[in-house]
């Protein structure tokens, strides 16, 4: 299993042609108690660097994108029902949404865990 990193927060945990889409641990970190999530609906199509859903916390909302384009196949809906899972497992039960990837190639040019463990402590 494959674990990509945007620069906006978001990891991409890829399986086969289906990926898996959160925010990081140093995101739920930089903002604080999570207190409410938007996610995509399945169907929904998402394009690389955009909009996919929503993350709010007792200090912002901010938007989570999505690291490729394609279908989303599914939302977490754990997490609308209970968003402190995001704060509590950002990288595994607080997953946001699964996309079907419409191009492989988009996963070029997404950090590494190396690379984004630098690109967090450069911040």
């Given at each position: 299993?494959?674990?990509?990193?945007?620069?906006?927060?978001?990891?991409?945990?890829?399986?086969?042609?289906?990926?898996?889409?959160?925010?990081?641990?140093?995101?739920?970190?930089?903002?604080?108690?999570?207190?409410?999530?938007?996610?995509?609906e399945a169907g929904?199509?998402?394009?690389?660097?955009?909009?996919?859903?929503?993350?709010?916390?007792?200090k912002a909302a901010?938007d989570v994108y999505?690291?490729?384009?394609?279908?989303?196949?599914?939302?977490?809906?754990?997490?609308?029902?209970?968003?402190?899972?995001?704060?509590?497992?950002?990288?595994?039960?607080?997953?946001?949404?699964?996309?079907?990837?419409?191009?492989?190639?988009?996963?070029?040019?997404?950090?590494?865990?190396?690379?984004?463990?630098?690109?967090?402590?450069?911040?």
């Open positions: 299993m494959t674990v990509h990193y945007t620069k906006e927060h978001e990891w991409i945990r890829v399986e086969g042609d289906t990926a898996t889409v959160g925010v990081t641990d140093f995101a739920q970190g930089q903002l604080g108690d999570v207190v409410f999530v938007e996610i995509p929904r199509q998402v394009t690389k660097g955009g909009e996919a859903a929503v993350v709010e916390s007792v901010s999505s690291p490729v384009s394609g279908e989303v196949t599914e939302g977490n809906n754990a997490i609308v029902e209970d968003p402190s899972l995001v704060n509590s497992d950002p990288e595994g039960e607080g997953w946001f949404f699964k996309v079907r990837l419409a191009d492989a190639s988009e996963l070029e040019g997404l950090m590494d865990s190396e690379a984004y463990k630098s690109f967090c402590e450069s911040q």
